[in-house]
T-cell receptor
């Protein structure tokens, strides 16, 4: 079993829709939870950073962590075509090493 | 800040040749990571350094791969001899302690 499982998609939704992206993980030592966004032929860029369980909101983006069920979510409200990218969840424990999910390829259709 | 700088952006080489990928991390960052990305396996951590010292190289596929960080502003990833299955995008990333990583633009390696 992989440490981090993420549905690779692809996921295609109309502009303005609410998008839900999810990951599950198996390592209960993970304490930090990050979401990265990767545009085609670019390096991943940090989108959201959450410590432990709970919600964190940043504009149209909300990251949610449920450590009891080992479930990580990213919600995008009022999705825009510019949100079309691959989204990668990346939890880590006390050491610096991030473990990346496979990434979900998202397309927002105008 | 110019961000994490990787070179070359693209590399095409013949099987058996030596390949060297280069990375300049963000000034002041104390961690440096080398990742490989493929469609099949996603992003895989190869090795990472803290204050120029290798901490975990368990992701290095085999002895053909080696990485060095001679100083805080430069790192190399070398593949010798290269094989077609090494074809991938190789990313370098750096971070400052508890912060998230900053990735470079990657080197797209094709071994023919």
């Amino acid at each position: 079993q992989k440490e981090v499982e993420q549905d690779p998609g692809p996921l295609s939704v109309p502009e303005g829709a609410i998008v839900s992206l999810n990951c599950t993980y198996s390592n209960s030592a993970f304490q930090y939870f990050m979401w990265y966004r990767q545009y085609s032929r670019k390096g991943p860029e940090l989108l959201m950073y959450t410590y432990s369980s709970g919600n964190k909101e940043d504009g149209r983006f909300t990251a949610q962590v449920d450590k009891s069920s080992k479930y990580i979510s990213l919600f995008i409200r009022d999705s825009q075509p510019s949100d079309s990218a691959t989204y990668l969840c990346a939890p880590r424990g006390g050491a610096q090493k991030l473990v990346f999910g496979q990434g979900t390829r998202l397309t927002i259709n105008p | 800040d110019a961000g994490v700088i990787q070179s070359p952006r693209h590399e095409v080489t013949e099987m058996g040749q030596e390949v060297t990928l280069r990375c300049k991390p963000i000034s002041g960052h104390d961690y440096l990571f080398w990742y490989r990305q493929t469609m099949m396996r996603g992003l895989e951590l190869l090795i990472y350094f803290n204050n120029n010292v290798p901490i975990d190289d368990s992701g290095m596929p085999e002895d053909r791969f080696s990485a060095k960080m001679p100083n805080a502003s430069f790192s190399t990833l070398k593949i010798q001899p290269s094989e077609p299955r090494d074809s991938a995008v190789y990313f370098c990333a750096s971070s400052l302690s508890e912060k998230g990583y900053t990735f470079g633009s990657g080197t797209r390696l094709t071994v023919v």
